[in-house]
């Protein structure tokens, strides 16, 4: 048995809040005790408040959590500068939670700690990693999502999903905030680590339709696009868009091998003179891309689709929660229509079931079913959890 509960404030006040919070979430539980939780938070609460007013109730509780770019919730949908917490209670699932320091610079070495630290406290296998990592340090310095998810690969059997995003900091990109039971950090790598009875499933999708013809990248550094086929990344970008210049809203298709499975790459900046672009993730050399082209509707369509792929592959009889991770740039680019992606998910769903999540600076999910995990962009990540 997996027992899931959800509370979820839009008070602005951080002690009303958090209060408001802990009664939904002490009533649903009934007298169950958790073990875990995941708490997201907008930028402006006073967070070692809350963390301290969570921990006086639950005091042994393993707890991640993150600042964000908006929030998500059965409890009251899709909103901003709120709070929501999830929390876990299994007598057949082992949740752990661990954190890894100084993500920017050593994100290898922080992945290390956070993965010994969670998997040090169970005796059976690690089944499934979610995590909430910072994106913006100090002074808007940033961390190196890719890095953070290769460290993890490396700290875990690679046969592990690894699911989650990076922290916001509401459209600001100065500095974000992770939890860790009672720590507020900035510069952090906090992780939930499942083990045991768990049954778990999930689904991507985006929305973004590619056009035109796949072409290799000839040279690139980073996450400095040089060239493709040759030609300079910017010339690529204006065979399609003319004089506009590439913005989040054209991303980058960056394809998996041969497959027709594809990540999302977001332009950030450009040179008009070197002819080269600056983009919010790494880009590989030699691989295949295609430029895309935004439709409103298929990308709000897109939160649906990932539901149904994460529930066609669920392995149980029925999830007994959800857990939502989509981009900053779907909210922005969404507007007032944001909250349909939340209202999607939950009209899909054919019975009541604890819901919640958060936009993030960047999504960690695998690909495909039993495929590796990657760093994407501009995606609808849905996980389903529950147990046998």
Partial sequence: ??????????????????????????????????????????????????LKEINQVFPDIDLIGCTTDGEVSSVLGFQQDS?????????????????????????????????????????????LCITVPASYTENGSTTNGELILQGLKLALDPQIPILGGTAGDQFRFQKTYQFFCNEVLTDSLPVLIFFGDIQFSYGIACGWQPIGRKNIVTKAQGTVLYEIDGKSA????????????????????????????????????????????????????????????ISRDEVIAAAKTSLQTALANYPGTEPEAVLLFSCCCRRWLLGTRAK????????????????????????FAPLEPQGSSYYHQETFVTLLLGTK
Avoid: W
């Fill in 234 to 293: 910017l010339e690529y970008y204006q065979r399609y868009l003319g004089d506009r210049p590439p913005t989040a809203e054209h991303p980058l298709a960056v394809y998996e091998g041969d497959s027709d499975r594809y990540y999302m790459r977001v332009p950030n900046t450009y040179d008009i003179e070197t002819g080269t672009i600056n983009f919010l993730g790494n880009i590989p050399e030699q691989a295949i891309v295609q430029v895309t082209d």
């Fill in 83 to 127: 709070l929501t917490l999830m929390l876990f209670s299994s007598d057949t699932v082992e949740i752990h939670a661990g954190v890894g320091y100084g993500a920017r610079e050593n994100p290898f070495a922080a992945a290390h700690q956070a993965v010994q630290q969670a998997t040090a406290k169970s005796h059976s296998s690690a089944k």
């Fill in 1 to 50: 048995m997996l027992k899931v509960v959800v509370g979820h404030s839009e008070d602005p006040d951080s002690q009303s809040a958090i209060a408001e919070i802990l009664e939904q979430c002490v009533h649903d539980l009934a007298e169950v005790i958790p073990q875990a939780g995941i708490l997201f938070a907008g930028i402006d609460f006073e967070h070692q408040l809350i």
């Fill in 340 to 363: 349909e992606e939340y209202q999607l998910v939950k009209n899909a769903l054919s019975y009541e079931i604890p819901i919640c999540g958060f936009y993030t600076y960047g999504e």
